[in-house]
């Protein structure tokens, strides 16, 4: 297709396995915790197993792929229980907000929920791919579409890869739907470049702003760590910009 392909890669790996949680719960909530390396995820599979996506640096990464289960799984206990020092600027800064909100009668948490442990690592689960970003300039040509990862390329972090394929595909179908109602071969370009047009508006924002989600949580400085700190808190206690976030971050659920 002879297609610009705009990409950086951020030095780390993901890490995927399943796991065996400690004790069989409901398991109906996905966790996410952010380290100074990089977050770590667990995804509900079953009322016993979760999918693991840890994201951390190459070298890190090579040397968990190869030492012994129960050493990574005493290593991913570790990474999503370790207790860091608290900044006390950030301390005082969230403290100072709280009470703020509290008197705007906003609410900012929501009861508070341990995650699990793990026990064991599924036998042959564990693997690992390079993370980066990517991004085609052009998603069409003559009776050629890209879509998905041959499109697009983001950070796990956000968990919105698999969402901004199925919206694709979503409107590709509906694409395709109206060049044959109208007639016109379905490698059209005209009708193709709808696509591409819809898509992108769509696509480019959320891959930047989950790039620098990445950038952002990378930063261990006070000032940053409050920043983000802060901000999180108030979009949780501000009730229409979190659900703008959620739907559109899920914007391609209900065309599922």
């Known amino acids: 297709m002879n297609v610009q392909w705009i990409r950086w890669d951020y030095d780390q790996l993901g890490i995927v396995a399943t796991v065996e949680l ?22 509900p599979l079953t009322d016993s197993l979760s999918s693991v996506v840890w994201s951390i640096n190459t070298s890190e990464a090579k040397r968990l792929l ?10 991913l206990n570790d990474a ?13 800064g969230m403290k100072a907000l709280q009470q703020l909100l509290e008197q705007f009668s906003l609410q900012t948490g929501v009861s508070r929920q341990l995650q699990p442990s793990v026990s064991k690592i599924i036998e042959g689960s564990r693997a690992a791919f390079p993370l980066g970003f990517g991004h085609a300039a052009s998603y069409v040509a003559n ?14 972090l956000a968990g919105q890869g698999v969402n901004l394929g199925f919206g694709d595909i979503t409107t590709l179908v509906k694409v395709l739907n109206n060049a044959v109602r109208d007639g016109a071969m379905l490698g059209d370009t005209q009708y193709l470049k709808k696509y591409e047009t819809s898509r992108q508006r769509h696509n480019v924002p959320t891959m930047l702003a989950i ?5 952002l949580y990378k930063g261990t400085a006070a000032p940053i760590v409050l920043a983000r700190s802060l901000g999180l808190q108030l979009i949780n206690a501000l009730g229409p910009v979190k659900k703008f976030l959620i739907d ?9």
């Open 248 to 256: 559109h971050a899920e914007d391609t659920r209900t065309a599922r």
């Open 143 to 156: 009776g050629v579409v890209l879509i998905g990862d041959a499109a697009h390329r983001v950070h796990p």
């Open 80 to 92: 999503l229980w370790k207790v860091y020092p608290r900044n006390g600027v950030v301390e005082s």
């Open 211 to 215: 790039d620098a989600l990445h950038r």
């Open 66 to 75: 190869k030492v012994s289960e129960e050493e990574f799984v005493d290593a």
């Open 22 to 43: 400690s004790e069989p719960t409901e398991n109906n909530v996905a966790w996410q915790r952010f380290l100074p390396n990089g977050p770590v995820a667990l995804l």
